[in-house]
């Protein structure tokens, strides 16, 4: 049972059927899946949801496929934590870390999307699947595909982490490492995929794989109560992630599972490329293009593809934008890990340091339901924080060189 009515273009309203189509040919507006809300309204309650397992198709009613879900069955769900040691350093009363960083089975937030398109990528009858990543989503197509037998190819820039490249290649894709940055890897692999029918899930299967993020929000949600929280801090890359958070937090309102709502959303960028964040510091609608100089290499996209819609979220809800240092990215990952135990990348550095930095500047009041969305693992970018984090205590293996090294508070 599908409640997709087809696809429709952000930009002119054009309607298109759904198939692997990903822009309006008049207008050349990216196409968005459109539903039948009403239908959707007449089936999904709190408590169907409730019901089901603990995993992003919980939502199905709201995923863009036709047939039963074949991928990321084990995705999704993940933890709202209850940050109480963080709260207290930074003086908030009510703080909440959505962690992706243990999503299954990759370990971002980009299992939720890959879940959605290669699912959707199988209806649709192809047999072969690629990316254009800038890390995550190398990983999680890599894995996946792995799980469905598809095969697979991986275009990334020849610049990325160590542990982005090995948990690739750890799946036996075909990866291809290009001698650029992302936005050449992007152009590239539109023209690549104009010659081969594949389904490059972000970019002729985009609208689809687009909608897996909205569970993100869902989730924040329903872990919150089936109440909205007052702030939302999100990073932004190509500002997917963000709109589709909006606009699951307000399919949830017009299906009536939530009340009316006032979160503010927050965009999230490193100084090094934060086109998304200067439109909206500048009040601007044009996002100007960047070239990437950053730690944070997954959000390392100078010309966003959702970067007009990302801007247009945080202002439509009220919350601003701050970029952060790198400097300031390695700190936020420390604190992070001391204060609740949740070792993130470089990315999640960038929105744990903005949050900071919205609430010492008075941005994000300090009495209010405050949710930092943490998307991927530490253990991918380790090179940002070696060298960061002190060193072990070398011993020899007996009681008086351990005693020697080792200061201790007291004796038994
Ligand atoms: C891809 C990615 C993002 C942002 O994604 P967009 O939807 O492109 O804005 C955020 N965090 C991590 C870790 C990512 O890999
Ligand atoms: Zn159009």
């Known amino acids: 049972m599908s409640f997709v009515k087809g696809l429709r273009c952000r930009e002119c309203g054009r309607k298109y059927p759904k198939e692997a189509l990903y822009v309006c040919e008049y207008c050349f507006g990216p196409l968005e899946v459109d539903y039948d809300y009403e239908k959707i309204k007449e089936r999904l309650s709190r408590e169907t949801i409730g019901s089901r397992p603990k995993n992003l198709w919980r939502y199905r009613e709201l995923l863009p496929i036709d047939g039963e879900p074949t ?42 999307v890959v879940a959605v ?52 290649l750890i799946y036996h894709p075909t990866l291809i490492a290009v001698e650029g940055n992302y936005d050449q890897v992007n152009r590239l692999c539109s023209e690549i995929a104009a010659r081969y029918k594949w389904a490059f899930v972000n970019i002729n299967i985009r609208p689809y794989y687009a909608e897996g993020s909205k569970t993100f929000g869902y989730e924040i949600i329903e872990q919150f109560g089936w109440k909205a929280p007052s702030h939302i801090i999100v990073p932004c890359a190509g500002g997917s992630l963000i709109t589709k958070i909006w606009k699951g937090i307000k399919e949830l309102r017009d299906i009536g599972l939530i009340d009316k709502f006032e979160t503010k959303i927050y ?37 966003p593809a959702d970067g007009v819609y990302a801007a247009g979220v945080v202002r439509e809800s009220g919350g601003t934008a701050e970029d952060v240092t790198d400097r300031e990215i390695v700190e936020a990952i420390k604190l992070l890990a001391f204060t609740e135990g949740i070792f ?9 340091a903005t949050a900071k930095k919205l609430i010492e500047q008075k941005k994000i009041p300090r009495d209010e339901s405050i949710v930092i969305c943490i998307t991927g693992n530490g253990l991918k970018t380790q090179e940002a924080v070696s060298g960061e984090i002190g060193k072990a205590v070398k011993i020899r293996p007996n009681v008086a060189s351990f005693e020697e090294h080792v200061k201790i508070k007291e004796r038994r």
């Open 267 to 303: 965009a999230a960028q490193a100084s090094g490329c934060a086109p998304i964040v200067t439109a909206i510091k500048e009040d601007s609608d044009i996002i100007k293009p960047v070239k990437p100089q950053t730690i944070a290499k997954s959000l390392a996209i100078g010309n």
């Open 344 to 352: 993130t990348e470089t990315a999640g550095g960038v929105t744990m």
């Open 117 to 168: 398109a290669l699912s959707k990528a199988k209806e649709f009858g192809f047999d072969t699947v690629a990316c254009a990543s800038t890390g995550n989503l190398a990983n999680s197509v890599a894995a996946q595909s792995a799980i469905a037998g598809l095969d697979r190819y991986i275009f990334i820039p020849a610049d990325l982490e160590l542990g982005k490249v090995i948990g690739t």
């Open 71 to 112: 991928d990321g069955l084990y995705s999704g769900f993940t933890p709202l934590v209850k940050a109480e040691n963080l709260a207290r350093v930074l003086g908030v009363d009510e703080l909440y870390i959505k962690d992706d960083s243990v999503n299954h089975p990759t370990l971002s937030f980009k299992d939720r």
